[in-house]
């Protein structure tokens, strides 16, 4: 009898999430340690991290118009945004986190002020939206509190909404005085960013991959979180990992969650680097077509033997 879409949608997500409760109940997990949420709770504040959140809690202090951050995709944009918005928080300042990626010509202004703690009153006043922006930028200034607007996906951002930033960290009014843009973008994207912003950022924010020291203590501190052992992963699996993933943490996440999956089904007690590989030849669709770190085609020596093929998850469906 052949199944209907409704049945093989409720029949996936039974398997999904079996396969979810066998990973968790093997490795007695909390919850699932690379799972790439963005709550400050997961963030792992590795070397590039650590550098990319003092600097911009230098720019707050003296009162630095704007700061530019600039990361390939997958190295954890968004994941700082989310906790550069707590970090300046505790810092004393007002912040406002706003993606931009999606957003239409024209909404940018009011999605801002709608994260914005704009009392009652304020918000039902009749005037535009601009006023109500430099109405409580004038209050703040009043009250020595800086402003600090967290824009992410900003080479993602409508043509209105960059003029207009720009206007805000180039203008002399005393209203802008404590107001601060922190700016997230890709490198190819910079190029769309109106050169006012770029003269006016002070140092240079750059997010760059993990070394492989970061790797190993970012996946021990992901596996303690969730009540996981450290040794899960040999060193020699983590090395592995480091190289494939090329240090960049969203591969690293996508390629120990699929490792977790193919040793529970197996089981094995812990990762290594066999495993790993046999993983990324095969469970990682963007790297598929990819030769393994290390080995140069053009070279004389021959290429390293190729694993079995990995079929774990498979199995554990059928």
């Not at 993602?156 to 209203?175: F, K, M, N, W, Y």
Request: glycine content about 6%; hydrophobic content about 40%; some cysteine.
């Amino acid at each position: 009898m052949q199944k209907t879409p409704k049945q093989f949608v409720v029949t996936w997500k039974e398997r999904l999430f079996t396969l979810s409760t066998m990973v968790r109940e093997k490795w007695q997990f909390d919850a699932p340690p690379f799972a790439g949420s963005l709550e400050p709770t997961t963030f792992y504040e590795g070397v590039p991290q650590e550098e990319a959140l003092a600097r911009l809690e230098w720019l707050l202090e003296h009162k630095q118009r704007c700061g530019l951050v600039a990361g390939d995709h997958g190295i954890g944009k968004s994941h700082l945004a989310a906790v550069v918005k707590r970090r300046l928080a505790g810092c004393g300042a007002e912040t406002t986190l706003l993606s931009l990626r999606g957003i239409q010509q024209g909404d940018w202004l009011d999605l801002l002020l709608s994260r914005m703690p704009l009392d009652a009153a304020s918000r039902a006043e009749p005037i535009r939206s601009w006023q109500k922006l430099e109405n409580h930028f004038r209050e703040n200034t009043l009250m020595e509190r800086p402003s600090v607007i967290i824009l992410d996906d900003f080479d993602q951002a409508p043509e209105d909404c960059l003029q207009g930033i720009a206007r805000i960290v180039s203008a002399a009014e005393p209203l802008f005085a404590q107001t601060m843009v922190v700016a997230l973008a890709a490198p190819e994207g910079i190029s769309r960013i109106p050169d006012t912003f770029q003269h006016r950022t002070t140092v240079k924010i750059e997010l760059v991959p993990w070394e492989e020291a970061d790797v190993a203590r970012f996946i021990t501190f992901a596996i303690q979180r969730v009540g996981g052992r450290p040794e899960l992963f040999s060193n020699e699996a983590i090395g592995t990992i480091s190289r494939f993933a090329k240090g960049v943490p969203r591969q690293i996440c996508q390629l120990a969650h699929l490792c977790t999956v193919v040793a529970t089904s197996e089981q094995h007690e812990q990762v290594d680097s066999t495993m790993v590989e046999g993983v990324w030849r095969e469970l990682t669709p963007i790297m598929a077509d990819q030769r393994p770190p290390e080995y140069d085609i053009s070279s004389n020596t021959p290429p390293p033997p190729k694993h079995p093929q990995v079929r774990s998850v498979r199995k554990l469906w059928e």
